[in-house]
């Protein structure tokens, strides 16, 4: 199943937000350090901006069947958990360290507050979240609950700034991160037309 160029536009929108967002919180809170996949979600294998991530995550909320997800967006969602922040935080490594937590926490919170996790339900306020956070598993719990706390202590961004793949603002984060992912972007948007998309 093809893509179409709107999906992949939105879902790339959606992924420099959560790039900045995520980015945001680390430098705030000086985490990441461990991480050598950075910026988030955009580095290494599985991030995602490979084509086979692309592909799958662009045309998830096309069809709500889980047979559409199990079959398109299932394999690409498999990919991207190769991501070493995921390896660390989806299930009990014993290899995680505390700092490898928190980055898993705060990637999981704050997908909860961006408009482009329809699949999670959209914005949640800290009330929802607090609900969310006692459903997940015991050894995540702990985290979830400090980083919350301290994201709460921090002004948030304005992710509503970012619009275009373009001309994205820098909503925050150090000089450095905001050219990589502007280079990122760009490279990107290169590959894309050698698969006939030109956003």
Known sequence: MKSTTEEIKNWLTGTVRHVQHIEYYLEKLQLGKEDHQRPHDIIG??????WEVI???????????????DLYVLPSLERHRHQYHHVKWNNQNPNATDEDMKVGAVDA??????????????I??????NDIIKKNPEHKR???KYIHAEMQKIESPNLNLITSLHDFPNIGINQ?????LRARVHD???MLQEHGYHI
């Open 124 to 129: 949640h306020n800290a009330t929802q979240i």
């Open 109 to 122: 919170l704050c997908s909860l507050l961006e408009p482009d996790r329809e699949y999670q339900g959209g």
């Open 45 to 50: 294998t599985g991030n995602k901006f490979e």
């Open 55 to 69: 592909r799958g995550f662009a045309i998830q909320y096309r069809d709500r069947r889980q047979e559409h997800f």
């Open 188 to 190: 990107t948007l290169k």
């Open 142 to 144: 702990h985290w979830l």
């Open 176 to 180: 450095a991160t905001y050219d990589i």
